[in-house]
């Protein structure tokens, strides 16, 4: 039997469940896969045993359609961390245990950062130990970190429902004629890829963000509030867009800044992001009208505003990671490789997965303008490809149609 | 020379451009209106004599069109109260004489509360002055707390946005299997009509909100506390939908628990929301995972996700103003009446401004169930046909096309 396992990892994205149907698209159109299996909440339900039964979706063509515009892990995510097979081979034994019972040959993991570490350990494991099961990678992240890929499924799609929302937002604010500062955080703790996005809410020549800080750059509160009085000084509504992970010289971040004295009258410490913080730092240093907001989950969750490239792109890596295990490839991750920006034109290819886990591919510096306080137009020429298109998502009694597999 | 003045007041929405568009629309159909201006920034326009000249737009249905799914209020907008002009009357004279400066015979002001306030107050005014003006109002509130109208446009919209987001939010909730609270906080200082629309989310039979609190209810913090924990019983991941305005028996704000004790590390008073305060309850009596999410200005301005109910109506709304104006009509506001749920039927009224200024419409507490904890199907009837039909929002370069009128 040539059954195959497939299983989701880390955050959410409004792309992982494309790349999974890709890979179910993978099998339909090879015909070489007996069964396919999904494992709950990733490698942890390959490890409990724990695993889904998803030959019927196969068959289905409208639950794959609807399977691919859901956003979030349809099988369940977890954050495991695999310890060195080395010093405890307890959860491989397990692993493997589940892959011999269930006949699997093929196991594809879609996942970030740690769940490429998985598949690196996990092939290494089994090619060291004498079992022949074939272990791939599928990226998924929308931080946009991931190594040796040009970027990242589920990157495409957060920083269209960001430059999207800052549009609307430069909308609102700027409907208003007294001075306001509004500060919107966005994720990315190491890696300001997604923060940069927000430069692309200018692409149809509207004002967008006014100013842009990435995680990238030495965060300093002083500077910050001049830059924020030189806009100030020329129109009254202003646009600034953070990264989480904004640090200060010394490395600290700036959401530190808070928690340290503050507790609500039950008497906990407070818990803030930088946003706040800078919000409170405006508010006593400018004195104007202030407002933080945090795009939180949505950022990561809000399929109805996908990038049709990005959806794409995620069913093709599915697809390739599927075909490459077919071809008896193990320990590597489909990738996307760029050939051109404009006409954007990509390939897709495997990379060894031992060059990818545990690194983190952050944006390069010279992509922030020299004052510290926006981005360039070579990450604008990359980053815009990725938002183009909108995607075919159904709506049923006005909100957009979701599967659940369990 | 029968010139018409347009303005537009108090928060933005997605929809508020459209009833600006239906009064040009109008305009253009009827024949009757020599020039169109606009007022910049709502009444402080025509007191400051700041307008705009609209009568290119007027002919340009592509233009039209954008300004349709443009967000905000694209004249601006104010938050200004006008005081009782026996008290004072210099605001009343300068927009009387700003009228009669460009001939302007008939004024439509787009807006909520305080601008329905401000027709029923300068429509007095010139009836008892003397002044052959037509004032007329065209309602506007994401809030939805205007009196006399079935709803107010926006607030369908708004309503999409939300059930769509919290849909979203279940499924990426849905993925984990640690227990976890998600506590969303939306807009509504004293009518919950907008917290209400999360229960929407669950119309195609996903989870969507496991909790609704909307304001008209005391809320009593032990009561919330045991409400998370049987939930949790049954699932993993909670998700919480909650009004800004909650208050406790005695009518205090949830969201004034924080604000009297906590300072930062800059030494300023925290400012926080009631999903914060809430956030640091359960982790204080549950212990387990918990997040706080302001849906924030975005749930006023996500025009991309604009219902397209909402729009005709605005759209429709501002039309209707317009020739009651040319009727003669005055001191009124155009109106939604509804007349079936099911299939969804309206008329365009015109009712009384004093009878809808400074009134406030809030959920009636026989729509909220018993347990204080949901609302009930009967608002699920009234909500439903409001968020339904996706616009057809014209993108360009990966978003949404908008429009700047100065």
Known sequence: ??????????????????????????????GKIDKVYGAKNGIEGAIKGNLIDLNDIVRDTKAMDTLTYTPSSALGTCRYKMKDWRKDDEPYKKIIETFYKHDIKYFIYIGGNDSMD??????????????????????????????????SPGYGSAAKYIATTISELACDIGAYDIPAVTIVEIMGRNAGWLTASA???????GPG??????????FDNARFISDVKEKLAVKPGILVAISEGIKDKDGNYVSDQVSSGAVDNFGHKYIAGAARVLENLVRNEIGCKVRSIELNLMQRCAAHIA????????????????SCALDGE????????RLSDEPYRVEF???????VANHEKTVPLNWITPDGHDVTDEIIAYMKPLIQGETN????????MQIKLY
Do not use: W
């Open 1 to 30: 039997m040539n059954n195959l396992l497939v299983a989701q990892s880390g955050g959410p994205t409004a792309a992982i469940n494309a790349t999974l149907v890709g890979v179910l698209q993978g099998v339909r159109a090879s």
């Open 330 to 337: 193990t320990g590597r991750m489909a990738a996307i490789k």
């Open 393 to 400: 998502v159904k709506f049923a009694n006005g909100i957009p």
């Open 307 to 322: 990038s049709e490239t990005d959806i794409i792109e995620s069913l093709m890596l599915g697809q390739k990671a599927l």
């Open 199 to 205: 430069a692309l809410a200018r692409l149809n020549g």
């Open 209 to 218: 963000a006014d100013l842009i800080y990435l995680c990238e750059k030495d």
């Open 349 to 355: 290819i495997s990379v060894p997965v031992n060059e």
């Open 118 to 151: 998985t598949v690196d350990k996990l092939s290494e494991y089994c090619k060291l130990n004498g079992h022949d099961f074939i272990i791939m990678g599928a990226p998924k992240t929308i931080d946009n970190d991931l190594n040796l890929t040009d970027h």
